[in-house]
Nanobody, 124 residues
């Protein structure tokens, strides 16, 4: 069992930055692949970024590549998402997820554990 809690969301102007954090607790945390997803009103949940705990490899959605950076901190059992050059279309509820996969996958159905989400709002 893994428990995930997101923090760091808020309101920011376009072009600004936010840093999201996901604190994890539970068994074998360092064997999970971690992902960030987001869901805007009226839209489906979409993959944003992921990191493989085993290899450290990362993967990003094209829409955030070059602007967002995912990182991990094994000692603190935390995964972060640094978001720069934010755009109004980045507005969404952001979710942290964990799955027992060796590599990052974009399909949300593959992730077993989810946080409750944190709101990110980017004003124009």
């Amino acid at each position: 069992q893994v428990q995930l809690v997101e923090s760091g969301g808020g309101l920011v102007q376009a072009g600004g930055s936010l840093r999201l954090s996901c604190s994890a607790s539970g068994r074998a945390f360092n064997t999970y692949t971690m992902g960030w997803f987001r869901q805007a009103p009226g839209k489906e949940r979409e993959f944003v970024a992921g990191i493989s705990w085993r290899s450290g490899n990362t993967y990003y959605a094209d829409s955030v590549k070059g602007r967002f950076t995912i990182s991990r901190d094994n000692a603190k059992t935390r995964v972060n998402l640094q978001m720069n050059s934010l755009k109004p279309e980045d507005t969404a509820v952001y979710y942290c997820a964990a799955g027992f996969m060796a590599v990052v996958v974009v399909d949300s159905a593959e992730y077993e554990y989810w946080g409750h989400g944190t709101q990110v709002t980017v004003s124009s």
